[in-house]
């Protein structure tokens, strides 16, 4: 029977307390750091496990730059690159489409790091002013090299699967622990999609 009363656990109290015990200790670190004077407002202070110049010099940190090139030297795809996102077009939610480029999806990965690198780009154009940056998509086929540019770096991808899937199928966009790329283009009837999936080498 419900009283109104809210009643804790034995588990729940260890919980709480050790919640308290681990503010106490936090609190208490940082007043002692600044010789007992409590933080100002708004502020906390962490320290650091080791030192910023104690930090391992490895190429590994300079990964996760945005792609600014996309070549695809099979097929003689070479494009620059330019990021998309989300819009609202008569009340719906769709993404972006790149005019005279690929078109990096903002949300996914960013290439050389773990996740899926997303993107999309035109098959074919009705306007002039447009590109049709992946018009030879469809001639990829498995263990093509796929390189994007992120400034001085290169990441380049090998082609593990193309398929064709109804324009509904968001599983591609899908991101995991593996670092991988989706380029994403309308087939040549533009009724569906054709999707290039690559894994980094």
Request: net charge neutral; aromatic share 4%.
């Amino acid at each position: 029977m419900a009283t109104g009363r809210f009643s804790l656990g034995g588990s729940n109290l260890a919980f709480v307390a050790m919640v308290a015990t681990a503010g106490a200790i936090a609190w208490w670190g940082t007043t002692s750091a600044r010789g007992g004077e409590p933080p100002a407002a708004g502020t906390a202070t962490i320290a650091p496990a080791v030192a910023a110049g104690d930090l391992p010099q490895s190429r590994e940190l300079a990964r996760g730059s945005l792609p600014t090139r996309l070549l695809v030297p099979s097929v003689g795809i070479d494009t620059g690159v330019v990021e998309v996102g989300v819009v609202v077009e008569k009340g719906r939610a769709t993404w972006e489409t790149a005019w005279r480029a690929a078109g990096h999806h903002i949300d996914s990965a960013r290439p050389g790091q773990p996740g899926n690198v997303v993107i999309t780009g035109h098959v074919s154009v009705a306007d002039r002013g447009n590109v049709a940056v992946f018009k030879t998509l469809d001639k990829v086929r498995p263990g093509d090299i796929i390189e994007m540019q992120t400034g001085d770096e290169v990441y380049r991808y090998a082609v593990t699967k193309v398929s064709t899937v109804e324009p509904s199928a968001t599983n591609v966009l899908r991101s995991d622990h593996q670092s991988t790329v989706t380029l994403i283009t309308c087939t040549p009837d533009l009724k569906q999609r054709l999707v290039v999936t690559g894994t980094l080498v």
